[in-house]
Antibody, heavy 125, light 107 residues
Framework: EVQLVESGGGLVQPGRSLRLSCTAS????????MHWVRQAPGKGLEWVSG????????GYADSVKGRFTISRDNAKNSLYLQMNSLRAEDTALYYC??????????????????WGQGTMVTVSS | DIQMTQSPSSLSASVGDRVTITCRAT??????LNWYQQKPGKAPKVLIY???SLQSGVPSRFSGSGSGTDFTLTISSLQPEDFATYYC?????????FGPGTKVDIK
């Protein structure tokens, strides 16, 4: 079964750091561009960051640029999101998601066809 | 950034109704438009990609149309399992922005 499982969420104080992980199973991660999408409680979806298959092309939302870093370890079939200088407005359920097509190209323009169940990040003192 | 709007923000409908949701981009995104369905407590699920292509496994009562700046998601005959929130997303340019969502509930 094709599956993504996120982990690493939790309660963290403002200004601190957290690292999220996403582990893939049922498919080869390095065939695909991968993304992080978040959803604040009761709110809509916000694309956070994405990476090509080899990390050669990476993008960030303006709201996280300079604070968050996306990375991947294809040998471990894993995607990561390092989140520094966390703010209250970063409180959200964080999903990892895979591109639908297997080009691995960040600018594929495709949809996200597989999503994890999400990991909750709460930033509060 | 490309901004996405959706209308209506919510609607009430009955089983069997034909439902139409509109999505608009602030600039042309050609056909790089995707539709997702999200049920409470669940991850989003892609329904339509590239404006009008039906994702594998998605019932044929769902269809998408449009290009440029104006797009539509249509559910031809609403079923009980279709009550959910629907989001459009542009994948033409980074950041891959989502619309604010349309909540479809039971009349």
């Amino acid at each position: 079964e094709v599956q993504l499982v996120e982990s690493g969420g939790g309660l963290v104080q403002p200004g601190r750091s957290l690292r999220l992980s996403c582990t893939a199973s049922g498919f080869t991660l390095d065939d695909y561009a991968m993304h992080w999408v978040r959803q604040a409680p009761g709110k809509g979806l916000e694309w956070v960051s994405g990476t090509s298959w080899n990390s050669g092309s990476i993008g960030y939302a303006d709201s996280v640029k300079g604070r968050f870093t996306i990375s991947r370890d294809n040998a471990k079939n894993s995607l990561y999101l390092q989140m520094n200088s966390l703010r209250a407005e970063d409180t959200a359920l964080y999903y990892c998601a895979k591109d639908r097509n297997s080009s691995g190209y960040f600018y594929s323009g495709d949809a996200f066809d597989i999503w994890g169940q999400g990991t909750m990040v709460t930033v509060s003192s | 950034d490309i901004q996405m709007t959706q209308s209506p923000s919510s609607l009430s409908a009955s089983v069997g109704d034909r439902v139409t949701i509109t999505c608009r981009a602030t600039e042309s995104i050609k056909s790089y438009l995707n539709w997702y369905q999200q049920k409470p407590g669940k991850a989003p699920k892609v329904l339509i990609y590239a404006a009008s292509s039906l994702q594998s496994g998605v019932p044929s009562r769902f269809s998408g149309s449009g290009s440029g700046t104006d797009f539509t998601l249509t559910i031809s005959s609403l079923q009980p399992e279709d009550f959910a929130t629907y989001y459009c997303q542009q994948s033409y340019r980074t950041p891959r922005t989502f619309g604010p969502g349309t909540k479809v509930d039971i009349k």
